[in-house]
């Protein structure tokens, strides 16, 4: 999972005119997203920590931003960025996001992982609520309150039995560890999308690119501290690994990029929450993952409030007679 959004460039024609090509969006959007969800696949087939798997696709993601700032001739557009601390900062937060998630897959069950990382948008709508004292509607409230009890579902705080409904901050030894890091994951990705509100004035591609970037740095800073665990890794480990970074880091990268030129930042959101169906179906289907009717009814509280908050904010732009990308609100995840 990577986070940027993408700039709506798509092919024009002699008049200047862009030519949107709606089912080829949709399409490369949901092989992207579907890519995705088998984040946690391939982690658990290599013979590493969770911070490395996500260095080298940070490494993956980088070199593919790279790759396509050349082929469309925009290298002067990256040398002419001024970088911030946000930038910084957000970048880095980026970077634990991903090395919290690869690692809560290999603790907790699939579905648990794909969908506490998606909590980041309520984390960003609290920190937008404090710090830039924007305000909450009530419809946003509802569905913010709807990934809340989500996310407290999927956790095990409530469950019901033959006594009824009890509430209990009891976790489950078997998947503690994987919840907390699916829980720091979501946390990364909402300062993430809360710091990213701060530079708009950058170009998608550009600051995907610096944001693998220094995401890569970040968990370097990490290494420093714990030590990369790559002794331990196999000739299959590299190659689940080398496959992992050309499939979801850049092959990814690359599709989110065609539909990026002919979808808004919205329907880009929306889609991409169909790597939590896809997430969760691995975990059943690949490794036989059983998910209790409390989790199911949760991460459908989590799809359901995240994609009602990106339609909300489709409705209100069209209301207001704007461009959907130009919402702040629509400046959701898609993940690489």
């Known amino acids: 999972m990577t986070t940027t959004s993408v700039p709506r460039t798509g092919a024009t024609g002699a008049s200047g005119e862009l030519h949107v090509n709606k089912n080829l969006g949709f399409s490369t959007m949901v092989v992207s997203a579907t890519l995705m969800g088998f984040v946690g696949y391939f982690a658990r087939h290599i013979e590493t920590t969770g911070d490395v798997i996500a260095f080298f696709r940070m490494l993956a993601g980088a070199t593919g931003c790279f790759l396509i700032l050349v082929f ?39 579905a648990n992982a794909v969908f506490l990382i998606y909590t980041g948008p309520l984390i960003s709508a609290i ?59 979501g946390a990364g990705y909402g300062l993430f999308l809360f710091l990213s509100r701060y530079r708009t004035d950058v170009p998608s591609d550009v600051r995907g690119f610096y944001n693998f970037v220094f995401g890569a740095v970040g968990i370097g800073i990490i290494f420093i501290f714990s030590g990369p665990s790559l002794a331990e890794m196999d ?20 599709l989110l990029t065609v539909a990026g030129r002919h979808l808004t ?17 691995v975990g059943v289907v690949a490794f036989s993952e059983s998910l209790s009717a409390m989790q199911v009814i949760g991460g459908a509280f989590i799809i359901v ?5 990106v339609v909300a904010s489709l409705r209100r732009t069209r209301g207001r007679g704007g461009l959907i990308a130009d919402d702040p609100a629509s400046n959701a995840r898609t993940p690489v």
Do not use: H, N
Not at 72 to 100: D, E, F, K, Q
Not at 236 to 254: C, D, H, K
Not at 265 to 281: I, K, N, R
């Open 72 to 110: 469309a001739r925009r290298l002067p557009a990256l040398r002419s960025v001024r970088l911030s601390p946000a930038m910084i900062v957000g970048g880095m937060a980026l970077g634990t996001c991903l090395a919290a998630y690869v690692s809560a897959t290999k603790y907790t069950s699939l």
């Open 127 to 185: 920190l937008a609520a404090i710090f830039l004292k924007e305000k909450i509607k009530p419809l946003t409230a509802l569905f913010l309150g709807l990934v809340f009890v989500g996310m407290i579902l999927i956790l095990g705080l409530v469950s019901i039995d033959g006594s009824g409904v009890s509430v209990g901050l009891s976790f489950s030894g078997d998947t503690v560890k994987g919840d907390m890091l699916g829980l720091l994951s």
């Open 235 to 254: 000739g299959s480990s590299w190659v689940w690994l080398a496959t992992m970074a050309a499939l979801i880091g850049f092959g990814a990268l690359g």
């Open 265 to 281: 930042a919205v329907q880009l959101s929306t889609v991409s929450y169909w790597e939590c169906v896809v997430g969760a179906g």
């Open 305 to 309: 409030g995240g994609m009602g908050e």
